[in-house]
């Protein structure tokens, strides 16, 4: 199986470019030019989004699933929608919108603040005024094409009024009387529905969850949440088959994107493996498998993601540059130049810069004679010999600097010295919850166990066939 089981997230949100050559905004500083949207926002937003998904779910579930239908010969069946309890939307204070005369503008690809402004009749000056009032300017330089500006005007034609979509949750209303301006927001409520399907894979992940009506990015969370015990890129067989409950997020009864989550089952190769997402009393949360044991290891499996296997571990291959046979003590993940390289683990950079060979390489020290290395690197992240680094950073970009034929990563493991096959060499298992922590953890999971079991079963019918 390769890599194209599983497609990457495509990174489909255009994003606007500053272009030199738009006249009407050549007095708008390039600081205020759109510049692409952050990921943060959505990391921001899913580390605010802590609900008791799973006692709701629980409670909610039962008489639709019962009820659930399976269609003749379908490899997917059930796509139910659960809908927690009612959560009041955002309603607009009166007034919110009824000055006068809205123009709704929407950001194409390419447009620059300067010139949608300008194609409005506003001065730079006034665009500047609006970029100072506080907090303004970050969501204004980062929109991104197809949102929408309002621009009010009043009976004599005057601006008086701008608005614009901040993030997720809240409208921003600037109105403008003569010099003063004025801000108000209006916070938008997000809803979760949680969600439960399941799939078999025939020919590809991405198509299997498809059939499930699951997104790419809930492919994507998949694929962080298994991670650890399964490699999406290499592992996948024909016959497997998943069980998901996760959150979908709406807003004013339209579905935005997909959210966490919330327990799931993959039977990989005839393994079942199974992830929870368990709310501590304090509110964060973290995944675990059905015993107990953190989802996050010590060390990820591999530490560039969805890569091909290029070359592996082995006593003895033919070098591809140096045409002699040698041992290669590492695996080689090809993948374009550019792709960020991750630290495997949590530890120490003992070493960034350049050897022969290796060209530029990064080495890092784990603590308990675990250290990893890194080699090829077109340029390094930012981390320093030194510098401490956690699992998942980026260390480095792919490159072919040093005896490289291509672009790929060299990464080698080593225990106390030895090198070892990272693709198989066993790792301590993590220490499970406490016991205090484990009656609540099997309280809040159970329930949902039972439901992913169902699924399951009806799923394997299917899966045999
Ligand atoms: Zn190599």
Redesign the pocket.
Known sequence: MTADLIEREQDNRPTTRACASAAPSASIPASIRLTPLHRWQREHWILASVFAAVTVLASLCTPRFADAHLGNGTEVMQHLVLDLPAQPSATLSPGFFDTPEWTTVRIESGQTLGQIFDSQGISARLLHQLLDLPGAREPLTRVRPGAEFGFARNAAGEFVAFRFERDETALVQIDIDGESLRQRVEPRDLQRRVVMTSGVIRSSLSQAASDAGMSAAGVLEMAKVFGYDIDFAQDLREGDRFSVVYEDIYRDGERLRSGEIVAATFVNQGRTYDVFRYRFADGRTEYFDGEGRPMKKSFLRMPIEYARIS?RFSSARRHPVLGRVRA?R???YAAGTGTPIMAAGDGKVTYAGWQNGYGRVVIVDHGQGYTTLY?HMSRFGKYKTGARVRQGDTIGYVGMTGLASGP?L??EFRVAGVHRDPLTVTLPKPQPLPASELARFQNQTQPMLARLQTLDATQRGLAVR
């Open positions: 070359s290669h590492g695996v080689d080699g790929h060299h990464y």
